[in-house]
């Protein structure tokens, strides 16, 4: 028992079944207008369909207080995320008559992240995974002064014998006390309630409203909007109605029809669980196939700027740079008789790679490029030959005096 109401287990399913547990778990959001006894026939009902059921029974006064509506959806949460980690499974939120105000909505803005306060962002996903199905028995109400005045009369005093004059002044008199007490900031609390309500299509999950025509504290003409607007919005809902059933006693005055409509639903809310794991099970390996195509990415790009910045740091390092030997020894060989197929073969084989010839980067040319590249208030370099690598004479270079007079003779001297 904690403030604002209590939350428990009911009934658990058959531990032996095939599956080894039960087919998931029913949240019933329930409020004083059900009673105790009334409770544990729907507990047992989900129980013999092979469902457990985890209990959230709000006190009357638990809707109109945010702060202890927003204390009993903690706890409520502690319970059911503790259960699907152990064990994920498609779980269905059941609200009967004014129970969506009185916890629901806050569970759905924790979940939503729609509220100030929080809970784990990995928490609330593993809810939105598994909920797989939205009840509604004889609701959602619509909160009004008129309402509180309906559910703070009990039927006893309504039916009972008397001038109705003073009934009527009994009744006026408590909506005025109400609304001193709770409209005051009533009208936002009820904008937020309803956008909580119709913010739980974004998670995917279909609706199932039970309702009657000849129900006082839950209009039609409200159930009716409510379908409408969850509609427009992509919910998928589905509607069933009955003529005489009192608020709340669908089940009681229609067994039958009753149980078969939930037990379609259970079932469909367990093919969208699934529906929802395969879906996850796509996303996971699309994000792993872009993970992997970024690695690659990043390691040719690395592999890319390392040879791009590699800089020659002695005789042994040299770059690359197409051959003109083969042109070279084609102007030879003009009158060999073998020149005009060698010509041939090159020409089919433009596209293969030209064998590179390496250029130390202490030849002329290297240093000449590289010369080139320092800024203009560094001292020129001095070429002198310091050998043959491979064929190819390369130098070594020194700073001094007069540097562009010897780069000059250097360099006409190595075009010799």
């Not at 009972?160 to 900031?185: E, F, H, N, Q």
């Not at 003009?334 to 980067?361: G, K």
């Amino acid at each position: 028992m904690i403030g604002g109401g209590k939350v428990y287990w009911g009934k658990k399913a058959d531990k032996e079944m095939d599956d080894g547990g039960s087919n998931g778990v029913v949240v019933i959001f329930a409020w004083s207008s059900i009673s105790e006894n009334h409770l544990t026939n729907f507990v047992d009902l989900y129980s013999s369909l092979g469902w457990d059921s985890l209990v959230c029974r709000a006190d009357f006064l638990t809707a109109f207080y945010p702060e202890m509506a927003l204390s009993l959806a903690f706890h409520l949460l502690a319970e059911l995320v503790e259960e699907l980690k152990t064990r994920p499974c498609p779980v269905i939120f059941l609200a009967f008559s004014g129970a969506p105000k009185a916890c629901m909505y806050k569970v759905l803005q924790l979940i939503m992240d729609d509220c100030e306060a929080q809970i784990h962002l990995d928490d609330s996903q593993l809810v939105k995974n598994c909920l797989s199905g939205h009840l509604y028995d004889s609701g959602p109400l619509d909160f009004t002064s008129d309402l509180n005045v309906k559910f703070a009369l009990h039927p006893t005093i309504r039916r009972m014998s008397g001038p109705s004059r003073l009934v009527s002044w009994l009744a006026k008199g408590i909506s005025s006390g109400l609304d001193g007490l709770y409209l005051t900031r009533f009208e936002s609390q009820r904008s937020e309630y309803w956008q909580a309500l119709y913010s739980s299509v974004e998670i995917g999950a279909p609706y199932l409203i039970l309702c009657s025509e000849n129900d006082d504290l839950a209009p039609h003409q409200v159930i009716s909007s409510f379908t409408h607007q969850l509609q427009e919005l992509g919910g998928e809902v589905k509607v069933v109605k009955w003529k005489n059933s009192p608020h709340a006693g669908h089940y009681t005055h229609n067994p039958i029809q009753y149980r078969a409509v939930i037990s379609n639903f259970l079932e469909k809310a367990i093919s969208v669980h699934l529906q929802k794991i395969r879906q996850l099970g796509e996303r996971a390996r699309t994000h792993d196939e872009i993970s992997e195509l970024i690695c690659d990415l990043q390691k040719v790009a690395v592999n890319s700027n390392q040879s791009l910045i590699r800089v020659a740091t002695g005789p042994c390092d040299h770059f690359f740079l197409p051959s003109s030997v083969p042109y070279q020894s084609s102007n030879n060989n003009n009158n060999d008789p073998s020149s005009s197929s060698q010509e041939e073969q090159r020409e089919r084989s433009s596209f293969r790679t030209i064998q590179p010839t390496s250029i130390n980067a202490h030849s002329v040319l290297g240093q000449f490029l590289f010369d080139s590249c320092v800024p203009k208030n560094i001292e020129g370099w001095d070429i002198r030959f310091a050998g043959s690598l491979n064929g190819q004479p390369y130098a070594t270079s020194s700073s001094r005096k007069n540097s562009n007079l010897g780069f000059k003779k250097r360099l006409l001297r190595s075009r010799l």
